[in-house]
């Protein structure tokens, strides 16, 4: 699945607590990461939100969540989950590799995105983050390691991912 197409016909055809990457609280890496650093409170954006689990932990948490996803199903059924919870966050359709935000966050996490981006598309996605994420702020990223056996997307060395980021981001872990 690449295309917004293919996204949507896979949300409008799923109910959220059945895609493989649905988890019902806070990520426990993001939930370490935040603690590591000290991250108690600030603006975060969830990109590829999906079911939107992370966005409304990280509300529950305090922060102020923007979550984006590039399929409008996914977004409008995180959504209604939200408001159902009284949760508060902002739920937009943005392509991260066509993005149209023109805020700064304190905290972009993408737990899922990353691995699915081609090649030649990466870049791409790198100016967009740096764009993205305030002086001093912070990417949490989660993707696919190379020693995952799993069919699907992108796999990744450690340190293929250091020397991707490394220009940019200090590498916390």
């Given at each position: 699945?690449?295309?917004?197409?293919?996204?949507?016909?896979?949300?409008?055809?799923?109910?959220?607590?059945?895609?493989?990457?649905?988890?019902?609280?806070?990520?426990?890496?993001?939930?370490?990461?935040?603690?590591?650093?000290?991250?108690?409170?600030?603006?975060?954006?969830?990109?590829?939100?999906?079911?939107?689990?992370?966005?409304?932990?990280?509300?529950?948490?305090?922060?102020?969540?923007?979550a984006t996803d590039i399929s409008a199903s996914a977004v409008g059924k995180a959504g209604k989950v939200a408001q159902e919870k009284g949760i508060s966050v902002e739920f937009l359709v943005d392509n991260i590799l066509q993005s149209k935000l023109d805020k700064k966050f304190d905290l972009v996490i993408d737990r899922g995105v990353f691995h699915v981006v081609e090649t030649e598309e990466r870049q791409i996605y790198l100016e967009t983050i740096i764009r993205l994420v305030k002086s001093g702020g912070f990417l949490f990223l989660k993707c696919f390691c190379h020693k995952e056996e799993a069919n699907g997307p992108h796999r990744f060395p450690p340190l293929e991912i250091q020397e991707f980021f490394s220009e940019e981001f200090v590498i916390n872990s």
């Open positions: 699945m690449s295309t917004i197409s293919d996204w949507e016909e896979y949300y409008n055809g799923v109910e959220l607590e059945d895609t493989p990457w649905y988890y019902p609280g806070l990520d426990p890496d993001f939930e370490k990461g935040l603690k590591d650093l000290g991250i108690t409170s600030g603006s975060v954006l969830d990109i590829g939100s999906g079911p939107g689990t992370q966005a409304m932990a990280l509300a529950e948490l305090g922060f102020q969540v923007t």
